[in-house]
């Protein structure tokens, strides 16, 4: 423990002893590992053991020191031998593994800690950054009912405690301009930077890339993976990715008539329009509604949001994969296939098989899940359930902000944009010159340039970043690739050029289409299914934790623009 002196940072002293500590539970659980899998106990008993056997150890030994001292007194043939290997024993055996994975361990755990005494500077965080690193239980209900205490008595501490500490001042501009920059909301899954972009849960695109499970070693995050870091703070384990994965499929059967209700619908309607409607259809079957009408304590409402929640993550691909077929192709369902994960079942439903369009899927689920909750789509969801509407109702809420072009609709808007400057000059191989000149027509004529700008980001959206990443890797020589390569050296110049832009760099809309073009997915006016279909994933957790945190009605003041003149008269 010399080496905890040294160190700068209390936090770092506890989180080195949290790591000894759990050392010790590390070798007896491996020691007891194999009579587990024998008796076939549950990891959280054979952790609960674990504990009791770490207090124990001491008293335990003790006694069998005592046993071999009363043996050693009326056994005349314990020799002076047998002492030294019994000594050896304990030493060899014992004592020195411990040792010796204390302190490799202890180094390791000290590397790691200080890569990031750069980022992570209290306790708290440190302590949030420990909670990622590992859950025991493969299933999310279980998990999760676990944490919904511990989370309750954090926001009871901090309403009781800190009711009255200032997040800001609401200024003039915000009533006008969108509300932008006031805090007013709780969102637990993810916070935008303006310039680093979306943290789900504390963790980068690239770093949920690196640590979330794929569906093969070094593969794209798994859209369940990003689900249970979401809804856990935690950090899934494969296994606990398959169960869920399972668990999904298990739910994922769609009643006749929400079909049906689609098929109301021309073929000519919008595919949002198509989406929203499946999920009002699948709203029939809400556990919250019954479970509300059967006159469930307040206490218990998050647990049938939970029901609704994965039954409509589960059902949504399904839907859409029948909105696609329905609408482009030849309106044969396929059926979901047991084999495969959330994302690439989800590819398949739309009539994908292509290996690398499977894992793209999983990347763009992913990505498009969560980007806190002021955007629309997720603002939207969070205020609709607040009266204690069920998921459903909030959902398709958020679904019809997202078909806004502004918002998701924009991923839309992007690809025929790039389809318009191919038809203009016959081919997608342009030079700066006419680019550029596209980009002024477009200005030109009040329109804005679709897939650029944000209401939050400053810099360029990682999840361009990572689209651009996966295309360098897998399409590097698309002509609609390069083009979009070159949009991105043009446009910025040009809107920061306009004096107004806040933000001239692209954002996650920017890059989507020319990928899902690539892999044969063409039809553009589909492409904002496929992000509300994504977005159940970042939307849905927060519900739950809304009815578990007992959120309460949303309602904010608002002001008529007389008492706004007035405010403002008696100021200045
Ligand atoms: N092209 C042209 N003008 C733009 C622009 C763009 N890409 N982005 C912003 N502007 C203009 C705005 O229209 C506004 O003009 P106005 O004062 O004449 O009304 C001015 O610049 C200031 O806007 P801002 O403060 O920079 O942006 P905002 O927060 O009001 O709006 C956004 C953000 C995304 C709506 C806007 O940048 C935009 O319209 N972008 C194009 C559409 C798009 O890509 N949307 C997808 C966003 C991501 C998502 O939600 N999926």
Same mark, same amino acid.
């Given at each position: ?29 491996? /020691? ?18 674990? /504990? ?37 024993? #304990?030493?060899?055996?014992?004592? #020195? ?26 306790? =708290?965080?440190?302590?949030? #950054?420990?909670?990622? %690193? ?62 680093? !972009? ?50 999904? /499929? ?23 329009? %198509? ?13 919250? %509604?019954?479970? +509300? ?6 206490? /218990? ?18 839907? =859409? ?6 609408? +482009? ?34 990347? +763009? ?31 398709? =809420? ?52 679709? !897939? +650029? ?59 989507? !289409? ?30 739950? #934790? ?27």
């Amino acid at each position: 423990m010399a080496c905890l002196c040294c160190m700068e940072d209390l936090d770092f002293s506890i989180l080195l002893a949290i790591e000894i500590m759990s050392d010790y539970e590390l070798l007896y659980m491996l /020691r007891e590992g194999s009579k587990r899998r024998r008796v076939g106990t549950s990891h959280k008993e054979q952790r609960g053991r674990c /504990r009791e056997r770490v207090g124990n150890s001491k008293p335990k030994r003790t006694k069998l020191l005592n046993n071999r001292n009363h043996r050693s007194q009326t056994t005349t043939a314990s020799t002076a031998t047998q002492k030294q290997n019994h000594h050896h024993f #304990w030493l060899v055996q014992v004592v #020195w593994p411990l040792v010796h994975m204390a302190f490799f361990r202890s180094i390791s755990a000290l590397s790691r800690l200080r890569s990031r005494v750069g980022q992570q500077s209290n306790l =708290a965080d440190s302590v949030r #950054w420990l909670q990622t %690193q590992s859950s025991t239980n493969t299933d999310l209900f279980s998990e999760l009912k676990e944490l919904v205490p511990e989370y309750q008595e954090r926001v009871k501490k901090l309403k009781k405690e800190h009711g009255n500490v200032e997040l800001g001042k609401i200024t003039v501009d915000m009533v006008l301009g969108g509300m932008r920059g006031m805090t007013a909301l709780l969102w637990l899954g993810s916070a935008v930077d303006p310039d680093e !972009g979306i943290r789900f849960r504390g963790m980068s695109i690239p770093e949920c890339q690196k640590k979330l499970p794929g569906a093969f070693p070094g593969g794209e995050p798994l859209p369940e993976a990003v689900l249970w870091l979401l809804l856990t703070g935690k950090i899934p384990s494969k296994e606990q990715v398959d169960s869920l994965s399972q668990e999904l /499929r298990s739910r994922a059967t769609i009643p006749d008539y929400a079909y049906k209700a689609i098929d109301a619908l021309p073929v000519s309607a919008h595919p949002m329009t %198509q989406f929203t409607t499946g999920v009002m259809a699948l709203q029939v079957q809400s556990e919250f %509604q019954k479970a +509300y009408e059967g006159g469930i304590a307040k206490a /218990r409402y998050w647990e049938p949001t939970y029901e609704d929640s994965l039954n409509l993550i589960a059902r949504l691909p399904a839907i =859409a994969a029948y909105i696609y077929r329905r609408k +482009y192709k030849d309106g044969k369902i396929i059926p979901l296939d047991d084999s495969l994960d959330y994302g690439a079942n989800y590819a398949h439903m739309l009539g994908f098989e292509d290996p690398e369009m499977l894992e793209f899927m999983r990347l +763009y689920v992913s990505i498009h899940s969560d980007h806190e909750g002021g955007n629309v789509s997720s603002h939207t969801a969070h205020l609709v359930a607040s009266p204690l509407s069920d998921p459903y109702l909030a959902f398709a =809420a958020a679904l019809n902000g997202l078909a806004g072009p502004l918002h998701g609709l924009a991923n839309q808007e992007v690809l025929r944009w790039i389809r318009s400057i191919v038809a203009e000059f016959g081919t997608p191989n342009i030079s700066t010159e006419q680019l550029s000149d596209f980009i002024y027509k477009t200005l030109n004529s009040g329109q804005v340039v679709p !897939g +650029y700008g944000h209401g939050v980001l400053r810099q360029t959206d990682p999840r361009y970043t990572c689209q651009r990443e996966f295309a360098l890797k897998h399409l590097p020589n698309d002509p609609l690739f390069q083009l979009v390569s070159k949009i991105k050296e043009v446009v910025p110049p040009i809107l920061t050029k306009l004096g107004k832009v806040k933000n001239p760099w692209p954002n996650v809309d920017a890059h989507s !289409g020319v990928l899902l073009n690539y892999y044969g997915l063409t039809e553009e006016n589909y492409y904002t299914v496929l992000f509300g279909v994504a977005r159940s994933i970042g939307v849905a957790p927060q519900l739950i #934790w809304d009815r578990a945190l007992g959120m309460p009605l949303e309602r904010p003041k608002s002001v008529t623009l007389e008492k706004l003149e007035q405010l403002c008269g008696k100021s200045s």
